[in-house]
């Protein structure tokens, strides 16, 4: 893949990424209300779902959702119930700021934010379509197929991982900030979205396969 090719993915890969989604809500709340090493695994779970995805598009699993109407369909009901029920958990999650003794509130633990980002990734096939349809206009068939697919794997888990510590500083630092109502209110706004995401894929329709 040459240089040229690899920067236009970066740039366009960057734009798509940088759009409030679900697992940067999720990595503005971690930083929030479980600092810096909370949002750090989240933001793991996120990358290694960059990586799984990828190699699933690789492997020919993205033309597989987009041929089966029962597949997609699974995936996107199992995807829009777990964002419900990440904005539920969201919105009645007690509220830590800095005026507030943080030994009477558990934040989430580090395992616990890796695994809502990981499967909030796996979980929506819009991302999985996406890759199919974005990845191949940068795959030039006269190289090493493989070899590219594993390049713009680590280019897009390095492009989220840069962009969602950007949301998790934002939400470590108003914890900081911002009064227990403030972020009480920050907390509800990101379940709303969260809620309002999970309803946008529980009536999103495929495209027909030519």
Known sequence: MDLATLSLYV??????TITPGPTMLLALNN????????????????ALSDL????????????????????????????????????????RAPVRSIQVDASAVTPPTGR?????????ALSNPKGLLFFSAFLPQFIRPDDSIVAQYLTLAIVTAAIDIALMSVYAVGGYHSMRILSGRAMRWLNRTCAGILAGLGVALSLYRRSEPN
Do not use: D, P
């Not at 740039?11 to 798509?16: G, M, T, W, Y």
């Open 11 to 16: 740039v366009a890969a960057s734009a798509v």
């Open 31 to 46: 930083g929030a209300y479980g600092g810096k090493r909370v949002a750090a695994c989240g933001i793991a779970g996120a």
């Open 52 to 91: 799984i995805l990828i190699s699933a598009v690789a492997c020919g699993l993205g033309t597989l959702l987009i041929a089966s109407e029962q597949l997609f369909t699974l995936v996107k009901w199992a995807g829009a119930a777990y964002l419900l029920y990440l904005a539920t958990v969201l919105w």
């Open 112 to 120: 616990a934010a890796f695994v809502r980002s990981l499967l909030v």
